[in-house]
């Protein structure tokens, strides 16, 4: 079924002559890509859950009830995802890792964790081959330690990352801890190669 995207409108592209300012480093979301295990540490305590749509590839999310979200206009119906703030290993790089109902449902220790979670290991693996196969996850010691940052503004960065309200939000989150050490250039030749899921 050929997809529909929003209303057309007349109303005026925005103008922004320069690039605007970097805020802050980019917290991008993370999931299990392929069967290879993906280990993160949790910032968080806790999976914050919320509403979303999936639509053209990517989670959105749900306005609703009602009048207020397109999608559900759309007749598509809302999911749950949960999001929890981590450090991704071995990169280091702060993380906002996504969890569908299934996994969450399915992972007991993630549900006996939840609450509690900041510290400790998260080892994510589907379970199969096919690109959407069940993820399950599994909770307990990191695969290393790690000197954890203050949690951040779980749900600012996620508007920013879908676009809410960028102005209202820019002040919510905080500067960057510094960069790790032996960070990033790991992180993109894993990532040329078709590496797990840190990106
Ligand atoms: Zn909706």
Redesign the pocket.
């Known amino acids: 079924m050929q997809m529909k995207g929003p209303p057309s409108s007349n109303a005026l592209p925005r103008e922004c002559p320069l690039p605007p300012p970097l805020m802050s480093e980019y917290v991008r979301l993370i999931y299990p890509h392929s069967k290879t295990a993906l280990h993160v540490v949790a910032v968080g305590e806790r999976v914050h859950g919320f509403?979303t749509?999936w639509w053209d590839g990517r989670a959105v999310?749900?306005?609703?009830?009602g009048e207020?979200?397109?999608?559900?206009?759309q007749r598509?119906q809302?999911r749950w995802n949960g999001y929890l703030n981590v450090i991704a290993l071995p990169s280091l790089r702060r993380r906002i890792l996504c969890i569908t109902e299934g996994a969450y449902r399915h992972s007991k220790t993630l549900r006996d964790h939840d609450g509690t979670l900041r510290g400790k290991g998260l080892k994510l693996e589907r379970m199969g081959t096919a690109k959407n196969a069940p993820v399950r996850v599994q909770v307990g010691t990191p695969a290393s330690q790690v000197t954890l940052p203050s949690d951040w503004d779980l749900t600012a960065t996620l508007c920013r990352i879908w676009g809410i309200l960028p102005t209202f939000f820019n002040n919510r989150i905080p500067d960057p801890e510094p960069a790790p050490a032996n960070g990033e250039g790991k992180r993109q030749r894993k990532a040329r190669k078709g590496g797990t899921s840190d990106d």
């Open positions: 509403l749509h999310p749900c306005k609703g009830p207020e979200c397109w999608y559900c206009q598509q809302p």
